[in-house]
């Protein structure tokens, strides 16, 4: 008993209370989002709002198991959470279900799980575990490529479930190797890669070349003109023009047609607003008649008549913008980004080096949930069907993000045991 | 290290930071710069449905109704809500062809295919029965009520006009219109139109991403109620309309008979006419087209307001009046006839046989021609005159005082304002000023450049019936329930002309009828007093023209009656002007043989388009 009231002193209760806050948010405006007038029981289990809300209670229910779990268990464990995972993502592409075009759900009596929901969790605390003992040099190409490795298998795993969303927010742990030291250069590089295709898709490719010239030579000029400098920054053009062009090609090579639409509707090339324009453009007439008040809680025509599809789950941010208007958008952004912070903040305090990386981790993972998602609505990113955390509708990917979270508010109260 | 770690956990930071403003950036140039989100978001659930209100009737005189509405219905298609259905039942039940069905399932998915589109126009409540029945047996269709305009007798085309949906450039025009509006194009439908039509509501729906109805908007908060159209009161008296039809059968040509008291017009008829139910509904357009394409009978152009003839010898009276009004013309002047009156280049303008010398009374009894030429150049060129050209504008002033030259102000649209040529026209013909009152005698016995209308004609026997004074003629007497009078034609018109000129020339019109010129017109019980005209036609046979009013004292009607192309006035115009008296007076005519000889006188070719 004592031991327990321990637990709950020494968790750290912004974070904890955060999640309820959004969690909650999640579930009004899930009932929003499904409320249709002739059935409107808040408690009506055969609803989406009366089944999140036991999804809700039992992620409190894993929430407090996960507290009352020994501190050290989940370092220990953590590369046979991560080899489970990888052995369900591999189980459900034999024996899983089918739906919406993803072959990746496992259904349990009632309930449909998602492995690749969880598998963020096994990375997350593989990489934590990898990069926290001291003997690991992240400066070795071996540690880098293992590292890779533990991102690149279940993300393989996943794509080949044709869940191709999932797999890119593995992609942001890359942030936990920043932070364990890897060199500002290969950070750079790996945040030029994307953010280059991006542009070459989004503008005149001839444009961003003349840009990227001028912005050369405007660097060598400003340097002290070396012929090493001006080699370097002429091999890095070279290779720009390379990749700028391949990237173009790839998309009309490789991507398969949907998944091209996306992208070009989402750089302004295809306006087919019948076809895959029309969520994007349905969910920005939502959330721009929102207004600053918003149309009130229940009120929102374009979320009561149901003209987002998707709105419980990948589009549950356009309710909030369309019911509670530019206040209540800005207000889930601030919880959102407190949230973050609350999580770097302990993180850094943390004396485990398995717990700090595992804070910046969870940050992470959650971090590029919320800027896909809430950018996908905005019209901001290509339409990628992953979760807003804590807010859309759907079980396993509550459970995932609770455990995840709790997981760090363990290790969190943990710090004091170690005293 | 320590300091490379704390900047690397800032950069981590900054990127959330950086992002969630992107966010709020952009919520906010949506949700508070962009207005045009808002109106999207209207756009999607909001259905702006037409209330379109019952039209004003229009009665008769005697309370008989003319025009009504019938409840017909639009067939509507929602292609989104559409299922499978028994495609050729549909088409039987509504009478078209499976490609019909497949062309307009095309166009209204092409429109929108979550919004409803007209699939089939005005149904007929017969055939809206047997779809009643079976709509539920086609998702996605619906029916929708547009009331039809309906005649309730075959005659006053012209008068009554024509409804059809508003064109383009019309909703241009005037806000009030909107696309599928039915508005008057012709006739009373036209110029009462904004009484007419009342006042459309407006509902809004709610409706969903299937277009499925979610209720009203708001409560109905900006719903508007319609409001009926008002009910006019027209003083046509259907009966004697008919009856005017049935004599001019065969014939071109038009009466118009008028209340000389009101102003009211009792009948105008336009020979040949049509069926105005013929321009209702689907046929509408077809058989318009057909109507208008007919150049030989042209059934579609108003004689009565828009046609212009010569008056003829019907224009005697008004020079009767206006000699002595300039104090040229006395009850005992006479004046010799030769047989003619001529004009001094070897050429004259002859008369008929008659005896001489005739007095004023008798001048218009008989009709003389060199009585009238006389009459005209004496006031043209009355002493006090110093050129022709006064004279003959002070005697133009009296004319037009009698309602020539302008429009009357028929509430019909489309009436001409005639002819009575300046001096400006006659300066241009002749020269200036070398034009005498020789030159254009012609006007004097009202043939030449003068041009008449038959409405123009009508309320010139309206004004000798009034001694002097007339009201603009009108179709419309009263409006709404409560019947009030049309104050637009409330005024009294007072004409030049003294009123107790008039005796003289009413004695004579009644000379004419008893033993005169039409005294085969003449009516046994009722006195009344009527003058011959013939018009001048190059074209072909003279016109027939006869203008009346009856009974001499307290007159009840007043009227013309022009026959195209059929010779002398006292031939058709002047016995069915006195048919028409005895029909409105007596209610029955009890002169069959003459009504056969009328009815029976076919003075032109049908053509195929009448031959219904
Ligand atoms: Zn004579």
Partial sequence: MREQRGIFQHIDWWVAILFLVLVILGWINIYAAVYDENHSSILDMDARYGKQMIWILASLLLAMVILLIDGKFFSQFAYLFYGICILLLIAVIFSGREISGSKSWFQVGGIALQPAEFAKIGAALAVAKYLGNLDVDIGKTRTLLTLAGILLLPMILVILQHDAGSAIVFVSLIFVFYRAGMSDKLMLLLVAIPLLAVLALGMNKYILLVVMFVSGTVYFLSTRRKIKTLLTIIAIFIASVVYVFSVDYGVNKFLEPHQRTRINVLFGKDIDLKGAGYNVNQSLIAIGSGGFWGKGFLQGTQTKYNFVPEQSTDFIFCTVGEEWGFQGSFLVIALFVTLFFRIIFLAERQRSKFSRLYGYGVASILFLHFAINIGMTLGLVPVIGIPLPFFSYGGSSLWAFTILLFIFIRQDSYRYELL | ?612
């Fill in chain 2, 1 to 612: 290290m320590k300091l490379v770690n704390s900047n690397r956990k800032i950069i981590i930071l900054g990127l959330f930071v950086l992002i969630g403003l992107v966010f709020i950036i952009r919520l906010f140039t949506i949700q508070i710069i962009a207005d045009r989100y808002v109106l999207s978001a209207n756009n999607n659930v909001l259905r702006y449905i037409t209330q379109w209100p019952a039209r004003g009737l229009i009665y008769d005189r005697f309370g008989k109704l003319l025009v009504y509405n019938e409840a017909a219905y639009d067939l509507m298609v929602t292609p989104r809500q559409v299922k499978t259905l028994d495609t050729t039942e549909l088409c039987q039940l509504i009478g078209i062809e499976k490609e019909d069905f497949i062309e307009r399932m095309k166009k209204a998915r092409n429109y929108s295919p979550y919004r409803a589109s007209l699939f089939e126009a005005q149904i007929s409540r017969e055939n809206y029965g047997y779809l009643e029945e079976k709509i539920y047996k086609f998702p996605g269709f619906f029916v929708q009520p547009h009331p039809l305009r309906k005649y309730s007798f075959p005659i006053a085309a012209h008068t009554l006009g024509y409804i059809g949906e508003v064109g383009p450039e019309f909703i241009l025009k005037n806000t009030y219109y909107r696309s599928g509006d039915y508005i008057g194009i012709s006739g009373i439908e036209k110029s009462y139109e904004e009484l007419l039509r009342g006042k459309k509501g407006l509902k809004i729906r709610v409706v969903d991403v299937f277009n499925r109805d979610k209720g009203s908007f708001q409560n109905g908060k900006y719903d508007t109620t319609s409001f009926s159209g008002t009910d006019l009161y027209s003083s046509l008296d259907a009966d004697l309309q008919a009856y005017g039809e049935l004599l001019m059968s065969g014939k071109k040509g038009s009466i118009v008979a008028i209340e000389p008291s009101t102003g009211e017009i009792l009948c105008m008829i336009s020979s040949p006419s049509y069926d105005p139910n013929l321009l209702v509904g689907r046929a509408r357009k077809m058989n318009y087209l057909k109507l208008s394409e007919d150049s030989v009978l042209v059934p579609l152009f108003n004689r009565a307001l828009m046609a212009m003839y010569p008056p003829g010898s019907t224009f005697k009276l008004v020079d009767a009046l206006v000699g002595q009004q300039e104090g040229v013309l006395f009850p005992d002047t006479r004046y010799g006839c030769p047989g003619g009156f001529s004009l001094g280049n070897g050429k004259m303008v002859s008369c008929h046989n008659h005896w001489s010398p005739l007095d004023l009374r008798q001048s218009i009894q008989f009709s003389c021609n060199t009585y009238y030429c006389r009459v005209f150049r004496s006031i043209i060129d009355k002493k006090s005159f110093s050129t022709t050209r006064e004279g003959f504008e002070v005697w133009r002033k009296h004319v037009m005082s009698m309602g020539f030259g302008k429009k009357l102000g028929v509430d019909i649209p489309g009436e001409l304002n005639g002819n009575i040529p300046s001096s400006n026209y006659y300066d241009r013909y002749h020269g200036k000023n070398r034009w005498t009152s020789m030159a254009i005698i012609s006007l004097g016995i009202g043939q030449g450049e003068i041009g008449i209308t038959p409405v123009q004609l009508a309320n010139l026997a309206a004004l000798i019936a009034n001694r002097g004074s007339y009201l603009t003629p009108h179709v419309i007497r009263a409006i709404g329930q409560k019947k009030h009078l049309n104050e637009n034609y409330q005024q009294n018109k007072v004409s030049d002309i003294d009123p107790h000129y008039f005796d003289i020339v009413v004695a004579g019109m009644h000379d004419v009828v008893e033993a005169g010129t039409a005294a085969s017109a003449k009516i046994d019980s009722i006195p009344f007093c009527g003058k011959t005209g013939t018009a001048q036609n190059p074209h072909g046979k003279n016109h027939s023209i006869f203008v009346a009013f009856a009974p001499m004292n307290n007159p009840k009607i007043a009227i013309s009656v022009v026959v195209e192309n059929s010779g002398y006035g006292a031939t058709w115009a002047a016995p069915i002007a006195s048919l028409m008296i005895e029909k409105y007076i007596k209610r029955v005519v009890k002169r069959k043989d003459l009504e056969q000889n009328m009815i029976n006188g076919i003075l032109l070719t049908k053509s195929k388009v009448v031959d219904q």
